[in-house]
């Protein structure tokens, strides 16, 4: 199948999650990704691992996030290597890359430089708080953004102590805000053939994340949010919104209609609340009250209470009952990656499908400098 962005160049000095998470996407949709990297060590992210994973001397999180590119290891201290870095770029369409601000300058491969060797090229930026401010110069890293942007006082009850979501939130929204950035700019491009520089920094994607919470605040008075003392889900949604134990497990209830929802699953006590704005102001005694009840029973016997009358519920799932539900299975979402020496993970696709055709590539992420020789050969270097 041709994908939409076949013919297409992108060289990523990016490293860890951010902007090699806008490579992963560009080339899942058919772009070239070429990762420039250090030699010997590489992309940073190669020595990060996730619950100490590795395939092949590389942290399986590496593979998951570089698949389906190349690698070219250049010195960027070696003018040598610069200058060949410099012949790849003039054939390029877009360059990535996520270091400190000025780092780039002192390469000589900052955007008016690299503009200049290539007038149309596209080129963007990935920092952690932007690129003014007293903040500039702070390391931009998932945790610490998440910490400094209010997020963490979000999950979690109201007694718990700041919590942070359980992956890397915001790495994942500044690739994808990145990567929509840059295809804006291709598509500029395209219409009027000058390039563009794109930047994103972590805050401000984690900032947009919080567009819903942030906008309350900044519309009432900038009262904080309050946690939900009892079956906490959503700091700005009333009850029954939440988590509840069943006898044997745990469900999840979203938003409706709390009269429905009582008489569905016999609860009585709380007539007194089916008041829509009361169930925000009161809602965690109606929480309470619903927390007490859904512990008698067992959860297939509340979802097919809920699901008869239309109300939306669903059950509470970890990985293992998730990947055995015919509902998961049907979307064929792992594929294996492998490299030439037989070494496989088996990773996520694509999320996308383009004319109803799923996108996945069993090209494994890059062992570094691998693509050294070939790219020399094909761009003259």
Known sequence: MSLPLEGLTVLEFSQYLAGPYAGLRLADLGARVIKVERPKYGDACRSLATKNMWADGDSVLFHTINRNKE?????????????????????????????????????????????????????????????????????????????????????????????????????????????????????????????????????????????????????????????????????YLGAPYGIYDTKDGQIAISMGDLKLLCESIACEGLEAYYDVDKQFVERDLIKAKLAEHFVTADSSTWLNKLEDVGYWSSPVLDYKQLSQQEAYKVLEMEQKVSRANGVSVTTTRCPIRLNGQKLSSSKAAPVIGSANESLTEEFGL
């Open 71 to 235: 690698s070219y290891a250049a010195n960027l201290k070696d003018p040598a290597d610069v200058e060949k870095v410099k012949k790849l770029i003039a054939q390029a369409d877009v360059v990535t890359h996520n270091f400190r601000p000025g780092i780039m300058a002192r390469l000589g491969l900052d955007y008016d430089t690299v503009k200049g060797l290539n007038p149309g090229i596209v080129y963007g930026e990935v920092s952690g708080y932007g690129e003014e401010g007293p903040w500039k110069d702070k390391p931009g890293q998932d945790l610490l953004g998440q910490s400094v942007s209010g997020l963490t006082w979000l999950t979690g009850k109201g007694d718990a102590a700041p919590t942070p979501m359980g992956i890397a939130v915001a790495d994942m929204l500044t690739g994808t805000h990145f990567a929509q950035g840059l295809l804006a700019a291709l598509v500029q491009k395209k219409r009027t053939g000058k390039g563009a520089k794109v930047t994103v920094s972590l805050l401000e994607s984690i900032l947009d994340f919080q567009f819903e919470g942030l906008t309350a605040f900044l519309n009432n008075g900038q009262q904080l949010p309050e946690r939900s003392a009892v079956n906490h889900a959503h700091a």
